[in-house]
């Protein structure tokens, strides 16, 4: 219930309330307590007709006396990209830009409208369960995310009193969806880099089974990662931004070092494979995990041809996850190391898992230790 009061020295009425946890103290610009009342009147009836969801645009002119900012969904969306463009990683952006392009299509925006305000919680779950049909959860899930980013951000900026996102519940994975990820057997792992179909591809194969690394970290990894006396790999991995030391399988530093090789002139700031780490940083790992799929595990044998969603008859239809996938390498990684009976610290510190943080800063495993265990890796080269 709103209150009127006065500071101390103050000749002007103050209201005070609470909205969604949180108090707000607001001047009247009254002398008068009579025309400060009424002020609380109209205060007491918007936060009743919020409370009711029935606060509408003209109401809140009405109640008022003030115009709301007629802001068109483009218009915010444009703002957001703008500033998102400065502040973000590339790949968050372009999930920013799938986001606008995901509204801006489904609710024909263009610069006469519709306005931000009349955008509603039913319009959006409507369009995120369009999405659903035909994508996984977690897509799903993360474009409601970006819905929910993007309006407390209209929020914040006063373009709109509430988040039509906030309340949206999130979608549950079906049982097609929940299929874990399968690390690849040791003659698996030699066909992948016997049957894929370039340098680059036999890089990433190479290299994911025997460091561990997410894709990401493999395709823009800079030649200064490379310790050449120590034969290891120094970096931040790109996920957890923890600082990681991988001692390299001969193969793989034979490989490494082929490459810095032909890179004359190149700096230590610079990728080993500097077009792929540029389309890495535009447009994030899913041409590579695709490309993964299509040139290395179908030509494997692992998995079966799939049809692109453009010009399929089945395009409306999920794609189920499939239980190979680049990833799997990691597991594959992890996996060999465990069989190979290295204790649970040692996997750890090669994989750059984050968990037992506090187990972490206690325990540090000597170079020469991690190397042993990296020796014992199988070489899927030969």
């Keep these: 219930m709103p209150w009127l009061f006065k500071y101390r020295n103050s000749s002007v009425w103050w209201i005070g309330y609470r909205m969604n ?48 900012p007629k802001i068109t969904i483009k218009y915010a969306l444009e703002d957001w990209l703008n500033e998102a463009t400065g502040a973000n990683k590339p790949a968050t952006v372009m999930k920013y830009r799938a986001t606008g392009a995901a509204l801006m299509d489904f609710f024909k925006a263009d610069d006469r409208g519709p306005m931000l305000a009349d955008i509603t919680t039913a319009e959006l779950t409507r369009l995120l369960g369009e999405k659903r049909a035909h994508v996984s959860a977690v897509t799903a899930n993360a474009l409601r995310k970006c819905f929910s980013i993007f309006f407390k951000r209209c929020k914040v900026r006063d373009y709109i009193r509430d988040n039509p996102a906030e309340n949206i519940k999130p979608f549950m994975a079906g049982k097609d969806e929940k299929r874990s990820r399968k690390p690849f057997a040791t003659e698996e792992l030699a066909t992948l880099y016997r049957v894929a179909p370039d340098p680059f591809w036999k890089y990433a194969v190479l290299a994911g089974f025997t460091t561990g690394l997410r894709l990401g970290d493999l395709v823009t990894m800079p030649l200064g990662a490379v310790d ?70 179908v030509k494997a044998g692992l998995a079966n041809t799939r049809p692109h969603r453009k010009g399929s008859k089945k395009k409306f239809e999920r794609r189920a996850v499939h239980e190979y996938s680049f990833h799997s390498l990691r597991h594959s990684c992890v996996t060999s190391h465990a069989a190979n009976r290295q204790n649970q610290q040692l996997v750890k510190a090669l994989a750059g898992h984050s968990s037992d943080e506090v187990n972490d800063l206690y325990t540090t495993l000597p170079h020469e230790v991690l190397a042993k265990a990296v020796a014992q890796l199988p070489d899927i080269t030969k």
């Design 228 to 297: 050449w006396q120590q034969r290891c790999l120094r970096l931040s991995v790109r996920k957890t931004g923890k600082s990681i030391l991988i001692p390299l399988a001969p193969a793989l530093f034979k490989m490494l070092k082929e490459i810095a090789a032909k890179r004359t002139g190149a700096g230590e700031s610079e990728p080993f494979w500097p077009e792929h780490a540029e389309r890495y940083e535009k447009s994030g790992a899913g041409w590579f995990s695709q490309r993964f799929y299509d040139l290395v595990l």
């Design 21 to 68: 946890g949180r108090q707000i103290l607001q001047s009247t610009g009254q002398r008068d307590r009579d025309d400060a009342q009424r002020e609380l009147q109209r205060v007491n009836s918007m936060i009743a007709a919020h409370k009711a969801k029935a606060l509408s645009q003209d109401l809140f002119e009405n109640l008022t006396g003030k115009k709301f």
